[in-house]
């Protein structure tokens, strides 16, 4: 006999109102997020070309990796194929009056496969939260219309993007692998990024021995939050906080442990996900690895200024 959809089989929640309190501080750092010395800044104007070693081998390079840095920046923020941004670039210091030059567009793409940028945890301050997660990102394929349209698979390609958030939301690490490499294997990469945190964060996919020996051997006291599955074993792990997880859930319940150890900050790199694919786009725009990894890790940072801009406060008010 086929289910039948019922109304009273469902869940039913009452759905909480918030309210943001700080609308007039928000709609201003909105604002910023569009001027256009937020992003093409006086260190990157001052540092824009190089100075020459003597007694270096080799051409020198014509622009310094800042320069290049805030190329890919504008390109990100303003959504601009490469060509474009070298236009945009030739206009800002013309109407500027600047003394520099433009890089054009290939010289933008060959040096997005070497740039060096820095440690996202060399540009901010992290706070104590290591909340880990990833997403999908599309690099070709045919879109939903063209399917619907015409009948056509999908045929899409995809990269992992893995992020690490604190508890500020500010993005702390990050990393952009192939569709093959799983979470488990990315998250050893991003803890490589950190120095320190006190309390990591994760969902259930995250749930290896590999995480916790990784997390306890840069913290031997922090606090390791990942759900082990339905049908793990009591005392079977060889991490005391894993095995108190397992007896926790069994005696209590799932959710009551969600609630204990406040598993709900996890839902911060939820949405940090979906602000990256909805102010950056969740498809990429370079075609091969090593200029994917330079757009991701530049479009992290363009989220962390953003961030960092100004957040709104919400308050729950029912």
Known sequence: MPYKHNESNRHKFK????KVKNWANYTESLRCRGDITIWFSDDAI??????KIKGKAGRPKKYSDLAIECCLMLRQVYKLPLRQTEGFLR????????????????CISKRSISLKLKK????????????IDSTGLKIFGKDEWHQEKHGVKAMRSWRNLHIAIDEHQQIIASD???NSIGDVTAADELLNQIESFETLIGDGAYDADGI???ALAINPEASIIIPPPKNAVEGASNH???NSHTSFIKEHGRMNWQKYLNYGL???VELAMLRYKTIIGPKMKARKIAQQKTEANISVRVLNVMTNLGMPISVKIS
């Open 15 to 18: 759905k909480s109102k918030y």
């Open 46 to 51: 001052n540092d824009w070309h190089p100075p």
């Open 91 to 106: 206009s800002l210091i013309i109407l500027m009056g600047l003394d520099i030059k433009a890089p054009d567009y290939s």
């Open 120 to 131: 996202l945890i060399g540009t901010i301050t992290p706070g104590s939260h290591f909340i």
């Open 176 to 178: 952009l692998t192939e």
């Open 212 to 214: 916790y020996k990784k």
């Open 240 to 242: 005391a906080q894993r």
């Open 266 to 268: 996890r839902s911060l």
